[in-house]
């Protein structure tokens, strides 16, 4: 039976933190860790017949500054502990871990900081630390534009072009602002009604307590990992665009090149969001079914 569970933990410390488990209540927990913007419900791009079909129970958890995660500053290895702590308040002691976009760094630190637990890891189209001029040179003009900014430190103007992104996300039309660079049948996709209605709430409910997730989102993705990911021992599955120009294929293998047990899967033609439609796939890697 498909079960739909949306909490708000509240830690000791009194840190809320948003997450969302779907798919049949006995299933095999999945986590899903959003990327930008988004927040818990971005998971309802994995259908909940894949779901049913894998007898998966998908869980996402609102990063810092999302949904209603409360912002948290700092290293990537300290913002990925909500992830854990949500587990724990599940009783998930091992589990596989699914990364999309900017989720994708986080997935990769939290397989480094907490070995024992995960499983695998997947990333859909990740996105990895942005330090390395040549491996991001196919980066997007606009995204390339900001990374001095994001460099330089928190600051007001940082602060202010944030705020402004947040409110043309807010205002705009989703789709002219998003299928640039988008493939036919990613484009295709991203039209269906049910598409775009899913990343207006996306946009909504994410930035609904503010920029603080965006500002944190664009000082961590600047900064080199602070773990080392060659220390990574669970199998790590990845899919991606030949022609992603929010996440440069480069960047990522890179980092691929430094794990022992890699996959890639390379989708030819496609951008962004071109592993979103296989569900499926992205499913059965997390699963181990398919290898």
Known sequence: MLAVTDETHVTPEGRRIGWLARGPEEGTPVLY???WP???LEQGVIPDEVLVRFDVRLISVDRPGWGNTDPLHGLRSERVMDVL???DTLGIDRF????VSCGGSYIFTLAAVASERLTRIVSVSGQMPYDDEAAIKGLAADQAAELALS???R???LEDTCLKERELFLTGDPYTDLSEGMSLPEKTWYAQPAVIEGVKAEMREGFRQGAEGHIDDCLTAVQPFD???STIRCPVRAVHGSIDEWEPLPNLTRFLDAIDDTQLIVLDGMGHFGPHLYPDLLIALATGAAG
């Not at 596989?96 to 990364?99: D, E, F, I, L």
């Open 96 to 99: 596989p871990a699914m990364g």
């Open 227 to 229: 773990v080392d990911i």
């Open 38 to 40: 988004g927040w818990r």
């Open 151 to 153: 460099r330089a430190g």
């Open 85 to 87: 702590t949500v587990c």
């Open 33 to 35: 860790v959003h990327g």
């Open 155 to 157: 600051s007001r103007e």
